[in-house]
């Protein structure tokens, strides 16, 4: 079991940044696969960017490829998500999550862990 808080949201303006971090509980930390998804009323919940267990691997949806980076920090089980160039159709709930495996990773109905989520809004 893991259990995940994510903190770092908050109200920006558009070409601003933001760091969200994902801090983790559960051995061995390094055994998980990350993502970041995000969610809006009404929609589906939309892939973000993930990184595999000893971040040999990382994936972004095309809309944040170029302006997200997906990091993490083993040693303190801690997984961040750098925001830059935030445009308003970035504004969101999002949600760190984790599962065994670094497979189908675009698919939330994979992952097994979620937290709480944390709204970050980007204002025109």
């Known amino acids: 079991q893991v259990q995940l808080v994510e903190s770092g949201g908050g109200l920006v303006q558009a070409g601003g940044s933001l760091r969200l971090s994902c801090a983790a509980s559960g051995r061995p930390f390094s055994s998980y696969a990350l993502a970041w998804f995000r969610q809006t009323p009404g929609k589906e919940r939309e892939f973000v960017a993930a990184?595999?267990?000893?971040?040999?691997?990382?994936a972004y949806d095309d809309s944040v490829k170029g302006r997200f980076t997906i990091s993490r920090d083993n040693a303190k089980n801690t997984m961040f998500l750098q925001m830059n160039s935030l445009r308003p159709e970035d504004t969101a709930i999002y949600y760190c999550?984790?599962?065994?495996?670094?497979?189908?990773?675009?698919?939330?109905?994979?992952?097994?862990?979620w937290g709480q989520g944390t709204q970050v809004t980007v204002a025109s």
């Open positions: 999550s984790a599962r065994s495996l670094y497979t189908d990773i675009r698919n939330s109905a994979n992952y097994d862990y």
């Open positions: 990184i595999s267990g000893r971040a040999a691997a990382t």
